[in-house]
């Protein structure tokens, strides 16, 4: 199993990655990373995974649309 920094390293390095900011991410990071899932989140745990969620979606919802809009350039489809 991966151990408990890693994780939290991994998830910060991705949250932060598509537009998290960094204090924030840390946050949620560390939430995720501690698995606490299995146990009672505070009420600003689960205020703050939220908004954080919500944030991500809106970053991956305009990452991937315009990915999808993006011209193929020659050679990305993995032809010479």
């Known amino acids: 199993m ?5 994780k ?3 998830f910060h390095m991705e949250l932060v990655k598509h ?7 840390t946050c949620v990071a560390e939430i ?3 698995g606490k899932s299995n146990k009672p989140l505070t009420i600003e745990e689960i205020q703050l995974t ?4 919500e944030q991500w ?6 990452f991937t649309s ?3 809009k993006r011209p193929l350039v ?7």
């Open 57 to 62: 979606q809106r970053h991956y919802k305009c």
């Open 50 to 53: 939220e908004e954080i969620w």
């Open 32 to 34: 995720f990373a501690s």
């Open 74 to 80: 020659k050679g990305d489809n993995g032809s010479s």
């Open 19 to 25: 537009g998290i900011a960094p204090e924030k991410a």
């Open 8 to 10: 939290k390293e991994l």
């Open 66 to 68: 315009a990915l999808r």
């Open 2 to 6: 991966l151990d408990f920094n890693y």
